[in-house]
Each structure stands twice: as C-alpha cells, then as structure tokens.
C-alpha cells in the first residue's frame, strides 16, 4: 500500500518566519491533501493537490507528482498557525487516504 | 460546498455500554465514506471503509462485531462502538467522498471524542 512520510516531525519557529514542511509517498497517487489540526481535533482542509501548485492567502503547496513529494509552505508564520498539518495521500478519491505522521508545528511570539 | 457532520462532539460513558456515532454528508451523496481512529499525539488511521447499501471493509486489527458500521442511505453512515472499554477511549473521524465534484478530494467530520470510564 501507499506510504507516507512527513519532515521534520516537529518544528518550533518565530512569528514572522517562514517554513517549507514536507512530503514523500511511495506511489501514484489521484489524491493528495494536506490538513491542519487544531486544537480541538478538527481537520480543516488546506489544500487538494495531486499535482502542480497552490496558493491560498500565507500558504501554498506544490506536489511533483513524477518525484512523488508535496511541500507545504507557511510564510510569515503567526501564533495560530500553530498546530499539526498532516499530508494524506490515496490512489483516489473513494480509496482510504493513508496519513503521515505529522508535523507539529509550533509559532511563538 | 461539501459539509460533512458528526454528532456527538463528545461522549462520555460506563465501561461497558455501547455508543453510536452519525457522519452525515450534508449538501451532497456519498456512496462512500471512511472511518478513522486517533489516539493522543498519533496519525490517523483508518478503520473501516463504509460502502451504502452493502458490509464495511474494515482493516486488520479491527474487530468488526466491536465496531459496527451502517451505512443505511448515502448521506448517512453510523459507527456503534459495543461493549465499550477504556481502551477504545479515542477521537473518531469520519469522512466523505463527494463524487459529483469531479476532483478525488475527501471531506472530514469534525470528530467525535469518545471517554469511556
């Protein structure tokens, strides 16, 4: 089955800065989303990507399907941005997504 | 858009009894939908796939006379978690895929916090 990995597991960074989180899948995939988490268990949605590249507001997100890695930018990190972003990935959409582990990511002030 | 809910947000029970949790898919149908499970500082993990009008395909491990899913209509699939104990204490997920919107993109419940004392 698909794999997923997720680097770094945790990062800790200052408000204002920037960061690049990753992600690695073993297979083709249909279906490539990233998530946030936050505090309270709800997976918010941030992007759908199987391929290409995104931006929405402070994030963007682009996958190179051929080298099977998606990367998840933050710029100009703030205190709410805090949280764990998971990558999940699936052959397609009515196929079970497979989550990494996670990254925990921590912005202070 | 594409909602999806769950109810309850929070349960809390005896050793012992059973609990049902609802995913319902809002604005749209889903034929199929898939439950997750989430300990404290781990991933998500999948459960069981639940596909309407026919048996769940559930992942080894998990104990299907335990976890009972339906999936009666396609806007409505039920987790019932039987005999619960300590152990099945967890945060449920479910979520949905929402064919008529051409991409392959999956929607999440909010989840549902199950303490079992």
């Known amino acids: 089955g698909i794999q997923v990995e997720q680097s770094p597991p945790d990062l800790i960074l200052q408000e204002g800065a920037n960061s690049t989180l990753r992600c690695n899948f073993s297979?083709?995939?249909?279906?490539l989303q990233w998530f946030h988490q936050n505090p309270w268990g709800q997976l918010i949605n941030l992007f759908y990507?199987?391929?290409g590249t995104k931006q929405n507001g402070r994030l963007s997100a682009t996958t190179v399907a051929t080298e099977r890695y998606s990367l998840l930018y933050i710029s100009s990190s703030q205190t709410t941005d805090s949280g764990v972003y998971f990558c999940a990935a699936s052959l397609s959409g009515n196929t079970p997504l497979v989550f990494g582990k996670g990254t925990r990511l921590s912005v202070i002030a | 858009g594409a909602v999806v809910s769950q109810h309850p947000s929070w349960v809390i029970c005896k050793s012992g009894t059973s609990v049902k949790i609802e995913c319902r898919s809002l604005d749209f149908q889903a034929t199929t939908m898939f439950w997750y499970r989430q300990f404290p500082k781990q991933s998500l993990m999948l459960m069981a796939t639940?596909?309407?009008?026919?048996?769940?395909?559930?992942e080894q491990g998990v104990e299907k006379d335990k976890f009972l899913i339906n999936h009666a209509s396609l806007t409505l699939s039920t987790l019932t978690v039987t005999s619960a104990h300590p152990e099945d204490s967890s945060f449920y997920i479910c979520?949905?895929?929402?064919?008529?919107?051409?991409?392959?993109?999956?929607?999440f419940g909010p989840g549902t916090r199950l303490l079992v004392l």
């Open positions: 297979d083709s995939v249909n279906n």
């Open positions: 979520s949905a895929f929402n064919p008529g919107q051409g991409v392959e993109t999956q929607y």
């Open positions: 990507i199987p391929s």
């Open positions: 639940s596909n309407e009008g026919s048996k769940a395909t559930y």
